[in-house]
């Protein structure tokens, strides 16, 4: 059976035919975001089946993240949809046009990969990884540990994953279950954004400064049930953001009085910036701790080093176990030497990715554009007209990623990656960001919270 709904025809017997016809709809952009789905009654009848069937079907589509249910106004596609990831709105660059979209590190400021590989492969000659060995190897556990309690990250037994995106993922899905709700940095971490729905959960924007996350909205989120946390603890993407001493306690004491909210600190920005991590780890009985090699070793590493309490670990390590495995050993010894080799200086790091961010915000501001970054590779412009300004900037030659890829509810926005700039790239890349913000007037509003 089938039914017309709008200029697409939903089909199906089953629960998971009508899901799959509902989704394939949404993939294929026949179906757009906010589309309306009919009554279930409706469409139940439409098709021939029972109702219970049609519930079922949406039930899935909700625990995939392609719908949502709104009580009376019903279901719609979400703005969102798992199957058009937010990496999806990308901007075409032109030819000779500079690309500042992507987020990438500056490779020159890369170690080389070879050395350190030749090394693990030769170990691996002499010593295979076979089954049954433990799963993250002795040198890199060591390492990454010293490197936790220097930073004041409370014991705990240290993991490997696929990188940061998948230990989240993995945290969250040890303790939540679709509906479930998880307050998130707005703006914040597209693939994160992504990831929330993907899961069947629901996203809780939280307002971000210079300092992080504000402790009353995080409070707010926290009392209206949202069962989770993740926070950037410096370099946060997209704005910068560095969470200072002040503000860390002040969300230690949020966390407190929720102990049993599971907390995610992502700290990728380690090797590439010299701010003091003001961890918020430990201040409840559910938390993790991740670092990833990809800003300061190379994002084709694939590999994050992480801790957190006893539970989490054993049940990420335990779920980890029955699909991938571990990762690779040859990975791992691989950056334990680059690690242990010093190849990567954070203070040189730093100061190069430091003077690019900070010339580009002051020659922005000096123009009346208000911009910030206080971290890490990235600045944020916060514009009135993210289509309108992208356009602009792209015709005077520089390619700009449109805040939509990082929003929920902040208003709307630009993001530079500064790695691809040279010192005398600066001015002109200002000049131009103000000929294209000043001209939808905007520039002097501060309030990108």
Not at 9 to 35: M, Y
Not at 55 to 61: P, Q, S, V
Not at 414 to 436: E, F, I, M, N, Q
Request: net charge positive; aromatic share 4%; with cysteine.
């Amino acid at each position: 059976m089938w039914f017309v709904l709008g200029e697409y025809t939903v089909e199906g017997r089953g629960a998971a035919e009508i899901a799959a016809s509902v989704e394939q709809g949404v993939a294929t952009g026949a179906l757009v975001p906010g589309a309306a789905l009919p009554p279930l009654r409706d469409l139940a009848a439409r098709l021939g089946v029972n109702a219970n069937t049609v519930a079922a079907a949406y039930r899935l589509l909700r625990d995939r993240g392609v719908i949502e249910t709104a009580g009376r106004r019903g279901s719609r596609v979400r703005a969102r949809p798992a199957s058009a990831p937010r990496d999806a709105a990308r901007v075409t660059v032109p030819p000779g046009a500079r690309d500042l979209s992507e987020g990438n590190p500056d490779p020159a400021l890369l170690p080389p990969l070879g050395p350190a590989l030749a090394a693990a492969a030769e170990r691996a000659d002499r010593a295979p990884v076979l089954y049954g060995a433990p799963p993250v190897a002795p040198g890199l556990a060591r390492a990454a540990r010293a490197a936790f309690d220097r930073d004041a990250v409370p014991a705990g037994p240290v993991a490997v994953t696929s990188g940061t995106l998948d230990c989240v993922e993995r945290a969250l899905a040890a303790w939540l279950r679709p509906g479930d709700a998880v307050a998130v940095e707005d703006p914040g971490w597209g693939s994160l954004l992504d990831l929330v729905p993907a899961l069947g959960l629901r996203p809780v924007p939280v307002a971000v400064d210079e300092e992080g996350p504000l402790p009353e909205r995080v409070a707010q989120a926290l009392e209206r049930g949202a069962r989770a946390l993740v926070v950037t603890a410096r370099a946060q993407n997209p704005t910068g953001a560095a969470v200072g001493a002040e503000r860390a306690a002040r969300l230690r004491a949020v966390l407190a009085a929720h102990p049993d909210v599971l907390l995610i600190e992502d700290d990728h920005g380690f090797g590439i910036v010299t701010q003091p991590l003001h961890t918020l780890a430990g201040h409840g009985r559910r938390w993790v701790f991740v670092r990833s090699t990809a800003k300061a070793y190379g994002p084709d590493l694939r590999l994050a080093v992480w801790t957190g309490d006893g539970v989490t670990v054993d049940r990420v390590r335990g779920r980890q176990r029955l699909g991938p495995g571990w990762v690779s050993h040859l990975l791992q010894d691989a950056v334990e030497r680059l690690w242990g080799s010093g190849a990567v200086d954070p203070a040189v790091v730093a100061a190069s990715y430091g003077a690019r961010r900070d010339d580009l915000v002051a020659a922005l501001r000096g123009r009346g554009v208000w911009a910030t970054g206080r971290s890490g590779m990235n600045v944020w412009v916060p514009v009135p007209d993210e289509t309108a300004a992208v356009a602009a900037l792209s015709q005077r030659g520089w390619v700009a990623a449109p805040g939509a890829r990082f929003r929920l509810e902040a208003p709307p926005g630009l993001r530079l990656t500064v790695s691809a700039l040279a010192p005398g790239d600066v001015a002109p890349l200002a000049d131009a960001v103000a000929a294209a913000v000043l001209g939808t007037r905007a520039g002097t509003d501060r309030r990108w919270e």
